[in-house]
T-cell receptor
């Protein structure tokens, strides 16, 4: 069965600290997709990144970086020099390979609530 | 470009009633997915519609249903409401042509069942 585990329920840091959000996934599929979404207090989920199972390259986007390791089934997210605006709930999600354009079934972790204090 | 719009933003119903939620996707998007978010179960996939047809379905009882119109707008209906249906219902849209595209979410409808 597919499963996503975000062991950190809440994290609190002071502005400018680096913080890593952990994500561990389980799947029997060889082709799958991993996502990170951010949910600010307004409620909508905001897409951050998508990775397919064949692309293990780490990615950096500004202060955000992602470390994908198939050997440990992890897809961790690091925010460098955190800011107050980064405060939100962050979700890691897994999707099996859909077909014909199908968006499949996104399996979300329970989320990590990040609080960045000034 | 307008984002995904969900109406109403808040809804209060009583047990046994039925409710209809509405979602207008981003212009040009043909896929609409629905998710339920609760503190206990987290985010769970309900179903996905593409070109007026249900293309994927999660593990929810038949009381949860949906439909999509020719302009891609979608509605979700829950009949015979139960207390456990209280949740934030999120709608997401995407082009729906490429597989596993990123989703654009609305702000959700907060449903409270009393």
């Amino acid at each position: 069965a597919q499963k996503v585990t975000q062991a950190q329920t809440e994290i609190s840091v002071v502005e400018k600290e680096d913080v890593t959000l952990d994500c561990v996934y389980e799947t029997r599929d060889t082709t799958y997709y991993l996502f990170w979404y951010k949910q600010p207090p307004s409620g909508e989920l905001v897409f951050l990144i998508r990775r397919n199972s064949f692309d293990e390259q780490n990615e950096i986007s500004g202060r955000y970086s992602w470390n994908f390791q198939k050997s440990t089934s992890s897809f961790n997210f690091t925010i460098t020099a955190s800011q107050v605006v980064d405060s939100a709930v962050y979700f890691c999600a897994l999707s099996e390979a859909g077909y014909g354009g199908s968006q499949g079934n996104l399996i979300f972790g329970k989320g990590t609530k990040l609080s960045v204090k000034p | 470009k307008a984002g995904v719009t969900q109406t109403p933003r808040y809804l209060i119903k009583t047990r046994g009633q039925q409710v209809t939620l509405s979602c207008s996707p981003i212009s040009g998007h043909r896929s609409v997915s629905w998710y339920q978010q609760t503190p206990g179960q987290g985010l769970q996939f309900l179903f996905e519609y593409f070109s007026e047809t249900q293309r994927n379905k999660g593990n929810f009882p038949g009381r949860f249903s949906g439909r999509q119109f020719s302009n891609s707008r979608s509605e979700m209906n829950v009949s015979t409401l139960e207390l456990g249906d209280s949740a934030l219902y999120l709608c997401a849209s995407s082009g729906g042509v490429a597989t596993n595209e990123k989703l654009f979410f609305g702000s959700g409808t907060q449903l409270s069942v009393l």
